[in-house]
């Protein structure tokens, strides 16, 4: 039975209903204190009759406003899931183990340019960029050392990558086979958003439609073999860090997600049991209760429409899981200190939004991959809200504030202005087309655009204030010491490559990437064809090349 709000009785049914779920949920032995010593309870509701509980209810409760679980973080505080990559995998892995070593829960994995953009390190156009954004990964054998002595079966891993990802998902199985992990345990998250790379980031490998076909075999694949793998994870952070606004954040980010499950229908697949394997990657930016807002106006929507449009009938179908990065975009190269303070109050925000992981940003992001210290420092800022501030100790602690509410109410409406817009646009009523028409005609990136540049007028005029940037500009802080990637990471790793190209069946690559070729030709699920050409050491960009050669490339229309 579900709330209807209308008065103090259906208030308190709500309640007994909560109460009976969080009394039956697992607890962590911590004592739910203020520091004063005051206990505080699980939530807090109104104490009678408010019109407006209907849309905020209870945590665990549909419409999920506040949260997907009765006990909220008493039950388990967010992941601690660090993003990180830089040089060469032997470099990246050091780097993880002193990320789990500090008491990170996950890992999240960064790649370089070549790698997001499905070349090898010996390719020509990856001339200067390999291990300079991220890790260089060209074949099973990097991804091998990339996880060396990290237990695959034991460790939750997400992949920030879209346009290769389902080659770079293959080697990451292959590596778990390797150790000797059973498959069908693997938990973790690969991107594979390539909605948001044409709206924003501009990585991908071909036209959509060739990636929609490789994101519904994955889907299909990890629905029968992997169930708790997440093989997609529909990116805002990337839409928000190209100029977006909050509202457009969020509704062109649930408007992929929509898409994607109108994909998983597309392909007679069951919503209860595929819906539950899409997640969401999400910015924490600098508006501290606009972006609170923005994640609970997010699990609202996901929920009604998952329910009413898409027909999901269980919980899991419904809720939105989400990952958080704090705001790279706000960092400043001025006074670099300052972008410590900026995390903190970003990744507080996404906490009180109810997040179920999140990555905090190292002070030196805005000039270089973190430094070893920035990036403890980043860590530490997670663990200091988590294990100090206490705001564990109540499940959404704003809700039912009258600001958070009104906020929650107004960027929900207007994501449902923008959805409309978008499935007027696709002339058939579903959002997929309506999101391949505005992609066609250049109308998301003409909307970031417009956002963005409303932002630098701002900024100029001195409308919007940033210290140390337009206001509070003196300082006594000295330029920081940052992160140089050699050009030997280069050097080495073509070096590694060649010698395996060398030390491989080149025959048994050959087959398989006929396989592949035949494969990409046909209407067969693509995922095993790609596993045996993992496990034969065919490299990232040979496999891509097959299918860029099957498949043609994309090149984004001019707009003027």
Not at 159 to 181: D, H, L, W
Not at 380 to 409: C, F, H, K
Not at 512 to 526: H, I, Q, V
Request: with cysteine.
């Amino acid at each position: 039975m579900e709330p209807d709000a209308t008065g103090a009785e259906s208030v308190e049914a709500g309640r007994a209903r909560w109460q009976a779920r969080y009394d039956a949920a697992f607890k962590r032995d911590h004592e739910f204190r203020t520091l004063s010593g005051l206990e505080v309870d699980p939530v807090y509701g109104p104490p009678g009759e408010d019109p407006r509980f209907e849309r905020i209810g209870w945590p665990g409760e549909f419409p999920f406003t506040r949260g997907l679980y009765a006990t909220g973080y008493r039950g388990r505080p967010w992941t601690i899931r660090q993003f990180a990559g830089f040089g060469n995998a032997t470099q990246t892995n050091e780097r993880y183990k002193m990320i789990l070593g500090a008491g990170g829960g996950g890992l999240s994995v960064a790649f370089d340019m070549p790698t997001l953009m499905g070349r090898d390190s010996d390719d020509p156009r990856s001339l200067g960029e390999v291990g300079h954004c991220g890790v260089a990964i060209d074949s099973a054998l990097d991804m091998d050392l990339l996880f060396d002595g990290i237990p695959l079966g034991d460790v939750t891993t997400s992949m920030t990558i879209s346009g290769p990802a389902v080659p770079i998902f293959c080697m990451y199985v292959v590596a778990a086979e390797r150790q000797g992990v059973p498959v069908g345990k693997l938990n973790g998250t690969l991107q594979t958003d390539i909605f948001k790379e044409y709206i924003a980031q501009k990585e991908w490998l071909f036209a959509p439609e060739p990636h929609l076909r490789l994101i519904g075999d994955l889907m299909e694949f990890c629905a029968a073999e992997i169930p708790a793998y997440k093989p997609l994870s529909v990116s805002g952070y990337h839409i928000r860090e190209a100029g977006a606004t909050a509202a457009q954040e969020l509704a062109f980010t649930l408007a992929d997600g929509f898409g994607y499950v109108e994909l998983g229908l597309s392909r007679g697949l069951d919503v209860d049991v595929f819906a539950p394997g899409l997640s969401f990657f999400f910015d924490a930016h600098i508006d501290f209760f606009e972006e609170i807002a923005k994640f609970r106006a997010a699990r609202r929507i996901w929920a009604r429409w998952m329910r009413d449009v898409y027909g999901a009938r269980t919980d899991k179908a419904q809720w939105l899981r989400f990952h958080t990065q704090t705001a790279g975009v706000s960092l400043t190269a001025q006074q670099p200190d300052n972008n410590v303070v900026r995390t903190a109050i970003e990744a507080l925000a996404a906490v009180l939004g109810g997040t179920n992981s999140l990555h905090t940003n190292a002070l030196d992001e805005v000039l270089a991959l973190p430094s070893e210290k920035a990036a403890e420092i980043a860590l530490r800022t997670q663990q200091v809200i988590m294990e100090e501030t206490e705001v564990v100790n109540v499940v959404d602690p704003l809700g039912g504030s009258w600001y958070v509410e009104a906020l929650t109410d107004r960027l929900e409406a207007e994501a449902e202005k923008t959805f409309a817009r978008i499935r007027e646009m696709g002339g058939d009523g579903t959002m997929t087309a309506g999101i391949l028409r505005g992609i066609e005609d250049g109308w998301f990136m003409s909307e970031i655009a417009e956002s963005a540049f409303d932002y630098q007028r701002k900024l100029e005029k001195g409308d919007k204030r940033i210290v140390g940037v337009n206001c509070h500009t003196s300082t006594v802080e000295q330029p920081l010491e940052i992160l140089r990637i050699s050009h030997e990471v280069e050097v080495e790793q073509r070096r590694a490559l060649a010698e395996r190209r060398v030390a491989r069946d080149q025959e048994v690559v050959d087959a398989a990437l006929t396989a592949l070729r035949a494969a990409s030709r046909g209407d067969d699920n693509m995922i095993p064809p790609m596993l045996e050409a993992v496990r034969a050491e065919a490299t990232l960009g040979e496999i891509c090349d097959v299918l860029r050669e099957e498949w043609g490339t994309y090149s984004e229309p001019a707009a003027f």
